[in-house]
């Protein structure tokens, strides 16, 4: 019984190391895919806002910096070279992330609290983001208020789905202040799972 235990062990650590492996390689294939356009750097500081996903129980964080090279008009018309910020997180298994997504509704980006599968037209001091859930990892890409449009922000929701999603995906987007949409396999508000 005891071989049978650690044997199980070992296979859960291992499952989780190959999970966190196929993160990694996704995000290295995103960085490559937009590092002649962006300067990319790997930070170990501040992120931004995201609620209380930084308080769950994740075996792996990773955070980069990713600064556009060439300068661009925003919306203000300043020339400005916009800074996105790429954040994933691993978690062990799909409970874990789970149970990590429970908590994190309760305060989300913008300290707003959340309901799986329900859209929310406002919320104060969000910025746009794309938000992509698979399997035991949470992919997040910040954009600017300022610098991002509604092409570039279809782009990226299409770039991130295309190395971090797949058929199964949740995928969250935020505008800027708002809304906060489900656009991709919304869970049911009334699943048991997600009750609190």
Known sequence: ??????????????YAQGQVEELNQRTQLFISEIEDRFKVKSINGNVPDY?????????????YQLKQLEKEVNELGNKVKPTYHLSTFAYEDEDEILYALKFWFKSFIGDKRMTPGRDYRTVDH????II???????????????????EEFRQW????LGVFGGPNSIVIEIGCNGPIEWTKNAPDPKDTKWRR
């Open 1 to 14: 019984m005891k071989n049978l235990l650690i044997a199980l062990i070992t296979l859960t650590s291992l």
């Open 132 to 150: 992509v859930i698979e399997k035991n990892y949470i992919s997040i890409l910040t954009l600017s208020c300022y610098a991002t449009d509604i």
């Open 157 to 160: 929701r299409s770039d991130m």
């Open 126 to 129: 969000v910025v746009p983001a």
């Open 51 to 63: 609620g209380v996903l930084p308080e769950t129980e994740f075996v792996q964080h990773e955070y």
